[in-house]
């Protein structure tokens, strides 16, 4: 079984490390599938050890081996983030396709986090990565319902939409477009708390801006992280949250 878990840590690993690639290229418009990795800096190609997820970066003490500047730490962080993210999925659903589905799902979302968190932008293309990877985690699941799935579509996205209507810059277009995709996978009550896990981490977010005293005005701040934390969240544990907010409140 330890077995299995390192080697599931390890899958994530190297996923996590193809989500910063992606994360990289998708705003340069490169393919994410041609191409050697090279150095930042020298670019010099990589070898092979040296792309191992984690090992790679100790091996090379954290610097390049042909020009000896240091590598960025963005790397094995987001390796490390790819192995726990698969370890928690695998734990939610154990050893099937879910843990599967759901995981790709959630890799997705990293990458849209990263490159708005980046850029302050949601691309075209990983927003159709995620409605594939989202139908495919329905049609795993099984028990589609069209209705539930429109329902689940508006929910969220309309509200977010009447607000930017009203408030210039509430929300971003890629933020509303994100919230509607995420309606094709997740039943209305969880998209719900999507939104609201999601909006309630950007304003913790925003609040420790204000308290360090590093928030300025005017200023965006990029909301496909929070919502990403949220969707994340409702997709594995959506159900137990909201019988446990039923049940306090209303029990
Ligand atoms: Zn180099």
């Not at 589905?101 to 927003?127: A, N, Y």
Request: proline share 3%.
């Amino acid at each position: 079984m330890l077995l299995c878990y390192l080697y599931v840590f390890c899958i994530g690993a190297c996923c996590g490390s193809f989500a910063l690639l992606a994360a990289d290229r998708i705003p340069e418009k490169r393919s994410i599938v041609k191409g050697r990795s090279r150095c930042t800096y020298c670019h010099h190609v990589l070898s092979w050890y040296e792309l191992m997820p984690l090992l790679g970066y100790i091996l090379c003490k954290g610097r390049c081996r042909y020009c000896g500047r240091k590598l960025s730490i963005v790397y094995p962080c987001m390796e490390l983030v790819g192995g726990i993210l698969a370890w928690i999925c695998f734990f939610r659903y154990g050893f099937n396709m879910l843990a599967v589905t759901s995981f790709f799902v959630i890799m997705i979302l990293t990458v849209i986090s990263v490159i708005d968190f980046r850029t302050l932008q949601i691309h075209d293309v990983t927003l159709y990565m995620l409605v594939m990877a989202g139908l495919v985690h329905d049609l795993v699941k099984g028990n589609v319902q069209l209705l539930s799935m429109i329902q689940s579509v508006l929910t969220v996205s309309v509200p977010m939409f009447l607000i930017s209507r009203l408030i210039k810059d509430a929300y971003g277009e890629g933020d509303i477009q994100l919230m509607a995709i995420t309606g094709l996978f997740l039943s209305p009550a969880e998209n719900i708390l999507a939104g609201f896990l999601g909006t309630l981490c950007a304003g913790v977010f925003v609040l420790s801006l204000f308290v360090t005293g590093r928030a300025h005005k005017g200023a965006h701040i990029p909301f496909a992280p929070f919502l990403s934390i949220g969707i994340g969240m409702a997709m594995l544990y959506g159900n137990d949250i909201i019988s446990w907010y039923i049940l306090t409140f209303f029990g």
